[in-house]
């Protein structure tokens, strides 16, 4: 079967880092997305990791480790902007090329 | 450049009405993906065309939903007749064509349905 855990909620201060897991069992892996959702509006694309180690975009980075099934996204110097949902999605290549599995998401909730 | 483009962005209806949600996806994009989103049971994916051809579509909860791409600028998901528990946001999403890693797929704004 396919299944994508993380965390449900996590809540972190302002200028503070916070690291959001996702590990996964998936058939035929090909590659790992992490998306941001605000409230009420559409997901939008952070950071995508097909090879293992760690892929740094700004203040957000992501990491993936295939023989754990594990990835996580880092965020840096958090601002109150960055809470949001973050989505989790695997690529596979089962039955369908192309499409992404996605977790639940985690909800961060940033402090002052 | 536009972005992927859904309409209507809410809609409301009676239970066991016709519903048509639109999306117009990225031009030169030639993937597109239809999603549900729900608190309990979070993103999922309905179907998937590339090349306006239905890839995958195991993910059409039943028979009520139904699908179509007549060509690369223009998809319809149709729910007839409209249960309560159709009520969700599904969002339309389009992408290059995999395996790239330019084949990222960008999110439309949503439909928001309420089925009464």
């Known amino acids: 079967g396919q299944n994508i855990d993380q965390p449900t909620e996590m809540t972190a201060t302002e200028g503070a880092i916070v690291q959001i897991n996702c590990t996964y069992q998936?058939?035929?892996?090909?590659?790992l997305f992490w998306y941001q959702q605000h409230a009420g509006e559409a997901p939008t694309f952070l950071s995508y990791?097909?090879?293992?180690g760690l892929e740094e975009k700004g203040r957000f980075s992501s990491f993936l480790s295939r023989s754990k099934g594990y990835s996580y996204l880092l965020l840096k110097e958090l601002q109150m902007k960055d809470s949001a949902s973050y989505l989790c999605?695997?690529?596979?290549?089962?039955?369908?090329?192309?499409?992404?599995?996605f977790g639940k998401g985690t909800k961060l909730s940033v402090k002052p | 450049d536009a972005g992927v483009i859904q309409s209507p962005r809410h809609e409301v209806t009676e239970m066991g009405q016709e519903v048509t949600l639109r999306c117009k996806p990225i031009?030169?994009?030639?993937?597109l993906f239809w999603y549900r989103q729900t608190m309990m049971r979070g993103l999922e994916l309905l179907i998937y065309?590339?090349?306006?051809?239905?890839?995958?579509d195991s993910g059409m909860p039943e028979d009520r939903f139904s699908a179509k791409m007549p060509n690369a600028s223009f998809s319809t998901l149709k729910i007839q007749p409209s249960e309560p528990r159709d009520s969700a946001v599904y969002f339309c999403?389009?992408?290059?064509?995999?395996?790239?890693?330019?084949?990222?797929?960008?999110f439309g704004p949503g439909t928001r349905l309420t089925v009464l």
């Open positions: 999403a389009s992408s290059l064509p995999a395996p790239t890693s330019l084949d990222t797929q960008y």
């Open positions: 998936t058939s035929g892996f090909n590659g």
């Open positions: 990791n097909v090879l293992d």
């Open positions: 999605a695997v690529r596979n290549y089962g039955g369908s090329q192309g499409n992404l599995i």
């Open positions: 031009s030169g994009h030639n993937s």
């Open positions: 065309f590339n090349n306006n051809v239905p890839i995958d």
